[in-house]
């Protein structure tokens, strides 16, 4: 069974913020800003991962609607979907 | 600082200022590996909250760092303390005319977003860095961005004729400077001045763009060399045809086996790649599709494909890798530092096309020697070459390392009567390397120049400080 520190840690440290994922974002117009597009969300899960939490960074991951569309155009191959959703559950616990 | 923010909160509302540290950090890096810190970022929805932003700045000395998409490769939007200006609320699209060959914009407009809306009139704003789908409007002026097609439509420096920017002075002055026409004598070239400036001058909050209509047809063509020379002779003799092509892309044999890791391709890709794409009407379709083979297969290609359309050449898959260059290089990368995370830095030089293929020589050899893995490619058609290598965020002796190698990499360009930034900037990374080059040109005095016109607009050196001069 996976850590899910360890995990979100490998697996968003590899983000290297090139933002071809935002584009195909339906949250982040709406949002207003980097924080509600993945590149945003990718790297606040690293925070959250240290113990940060905010009422932006709630906003920012629980608006996300998981349909994982950034995953297909993420050249480090970064599953941010599933990285948003393992947030979700340390941010919740 | 704190002062000052909350005064800016004041006078915008709180709903345009954050100062969530977790948010500002996303302001605060780039894709170059380099962070810092800002304290807070401010996003204007007009022209009017610009001006009130930079007239706060001014009076309390607090630098200011305009950015677009963050997608820049030299440093050039980095913040250092002071307050990051997003343009993401500055989307729109304000009008477009057809008769005139114009769009109005404003400077958080992306690239593919404006490209969608101008197909509905079959009309296209033609630079298309790689990031076209999130590079914004502003954002590519700053960086006077060039792209693929940058040898048929040139960069920005081209295709901008008007705009709005606001000085960072008492009053936040809001200026309009060049016309709505192509031909424009209005003294000075103040657009031409801006556009490559990185925000040091003055932020640009809307422009006016010329647009252009969509080809009627396009001809792709896409050949694998087994030789440099080979593909070298196929470029030498299109350059040299009369013909002017849309695009034309390079990817040495080392990078296409990268670029094949990261994505299918149903057919054969081995060797040294060579794109090209030459719009035209649709009668010289066949005609120029079946030159482009007979010029690949007599100069030495193993293998061509060719389709009739940018459609058709998407559904084949034949620019697939090289859109997926990115993506090779950070496989590439990850690969030699497995569990790390990684920095990818694309060299931009340019180089004379009658020295392309010494460059690209050059680089290899100076790369081997440095025990660097490269890959290589590049818009070739106007001679800019994005050699890149990668180390891991945490090494500093691998940074150290391949900077060493821009250094290498600039001195093969100004050697071939080059340049050591095409496209990219000069940002903070480069700062030595155009120093470098005006040295080499014996023209040192120009930046002089540049430093003298940076303090008559920016006297208090707010405006993104620290970056080109």
Partial sequence: MKNPVEWIVAEASRCVYCGFCEPLCPTLRPGGHRGYGPRGRVNIALLVVKGYKSEEVVKALYTCLLCAACNTACPARIDIAEVIREARVLLSS | ???????????????????????????????????????????????????????????????????????????GALPERGVVVSFERMNRVLSVSILDSTVDVEAGVRLGDLNIELSRYKYMFPVDPGSVSIATVGGAINAGAGGLRGAKYGTMRDWVLGLTIVLPDERGSIVRVGCRTTKCRQGYDLVRLIVGSEGTLAVVTDATLKITPLPEATVVSLAFFPTLEGFYEAYRVIKSSGVQPLMMEFMDSETVELAKQTVDVSFKAE???????????????????????????????????????????????????????????????????????????????????????????????????????????????????????????????????????????????????????????????????????????????????????????????????????
Avoid at chain 2, 30 to 37: Q, R
Avoid at chain 2, 346 to 374: F, N, Q, T, Y
Avoid at chain 2, 414 to 437: R, Y
């Fill in chain 2, 271 to 469: 060797g040294n790649m060579f794109l090209v794409a030459v719009d035209c009407n649709v009668e010289a379709v066949e005609r120029i599709e079946g030159w482009l083979r007979k010029v690949m297969i007599e100069s030495g290609a193993t293998s061509v494909y060719t389709a009739r359309s940018m459609e058709e050449a998407e559904e084949m898959k034949l620019i697939a890798l090289r859109r997926n260059l990115f993506a090779a290089q950070i496989a590439m990368t990850a690969k030699l530092y497995p569990g790390k995370s990684i920095v990818v830095h694309p060299e931009d030089i340019a180089v004379p096309p009658s020295k392309l293929l010494e460059a690209i020589r050059a680089i290899r050899a100076v790369s081997d020697e440095m025990g660097l893995k490269v890959s290589i490619g590049g818009h070739v058609g106007d001679g800019n070459i994005h050699p890149a290598v990668g180390y891991p965020l945490d090494d500093e002796k691998a940074r150290r390392k391949v900077y060493e190698w821009y250094r290498e990499v600039a001195r093969i360009a100004l050697k071939l009567g080059g340049t050591v930034s095409a496209e990219h900037g000069i940002g903070v990374i480069k700062k030595e390397l155009l120093q470098m080059e005006l040295e080499h040109m014996g023209s040192i005095k120009a930046l002089e120049i540049m430093r003298s016109i940076k303090r008559v607009f920016d006297p208090k050196n707010i405006l993104n400080p620290g970056k080109v001069v």
């Fill in chain 2, 1 to 75: 600082m704190r002062a000052f923010v909350e005064e800016l909160r004041g006078v915008l509302g709180a709903s345009k200022v954050v100062v969530d540290p977790a948010i500002v950090s996303l302001y605060s890096r780039e894709p170059t590996g380099l962070s810092s810190e800002a304290m807070a970022v401010v996003f204007p929805e007009n022209a009017g909250d610009v001006s009130r932003i930079l007239s706060l700045a001014y009076k309390h000395g607090v630098p200011v760092y305009p950015q677009g998409s963050t997608t820049d490769l030299s440093g």
